[in-house]
């Protein structure tokens, strides 16, 4: 299973956007690439997957380079409850599904 | 609602108890896990289960055990070898159709050994 490698923290303003980079350079051919919301005290929430180039949904964008070695969400307008913690992961979810959870990128948003 | 469920929120236990805690789903998940998460840290992986009557040690598994007799249920056991059992438990399950890396995970459990 790919390691990766994200920023301890992030501080951002209301209405900006924010871009949280992830690395993985040993990602595998058959990996996806995964992020997830972490809120203190609940569960991770599922955000955005994606295997390459652009990935577009209601609340995020995720943005895959060609060699697949690093992704970068995209948090469009923020909110003050966009503060949470961030992961980034990589799998192939096929097999046994196991994901690997950093520390994650903690991502504090201010008025 | 589909989703799942985790029993109890809160959970207190003194040093030398077993104490179970409960994850039940309602999604028709096949795979099933448990992670602990202690503060300011990321989510390790006791075990997981892909398979009713089937389940894998993850990277932490010593002192815990599980069951899996159900599709539905994947309790966890915290046995009194868990040195240090205070943390968050968080039980996730995942189908096995795309988005392939998408785990549906409960509110958690937290356990204080007093």
């Known amino acids: 299973l790919a390691k990766t490698t994200q920023p301890i923290s992030m501080d951002s303003y209301e209405g900006q956007e924010v871009n949280i980079t992830c690395s993985h350079n040993n990602i595998a051919t058959n990996d996806y690439i995964t992020w997830y919301q972490q809120f203190p005290s609940q569960g991770p929430r599922f955000i955005i997957q994606?295997?390459?180039t652009k990935v577009t949904n209601e609340v995020a964008s995720l943005f895959i380079p060609a060699d697949r070695k690093s992704s970068t969400l995209s948090l469009p307008r923020v909110s003050l409850s966009d503060t949470a913690v961030y992961y980034c992961?990589?799998?192939?979810?096929?097999?046994?599904?196991?994901?690997?959870f950093g520390k994650g990128t903690k991502l504090s948003v201010k008025p | 609602d589909g989703g799942i469920t985790q029993s109890p929120k809160y959970l207190f236990r003194k040093e030398g108890q077993n104490v179970t805690l409960s994850c039940e789903q309602n999604?028709?998940?096949?795979?099933m896990y448990w992670y602990r998460q202690d503060p300011g840290q990321g989510l390790r992986l006791i075990y997981y289960?892909?398979?009713?009557?089937?389940?894998q040690k993850g990277d932490i598994a010593e002192g815990y055990s599980v069951s899996r007799e159900k599709k539905e249920s994947f309790p966890l056991t915290v046995t009194s070898a868990q040195k240090n059992p205070t943390a968050f438990y968080l039980c996730?399950?995942?189908?096995?159709?795309?988005?392939?890396?998408?785990?549906?995970f409960g509110p958690g459990t937290r356990l204080t050994v007093l």
């Open positions: 992961l990589v799998g192939d979810g096929g097999s046994q599904g196991n994901l690997i």
């Open positions: 994606g295997y390459k």
């Open positions: 999604l028709n998940h096949d795979a």
């Open positions: 996730a399950s995942r189908s096995t159709s795309p988005p392939y890396n998408e785990q549906f």
């Open positions: 289960s892909q398979i009713v009557n089937d389940f």
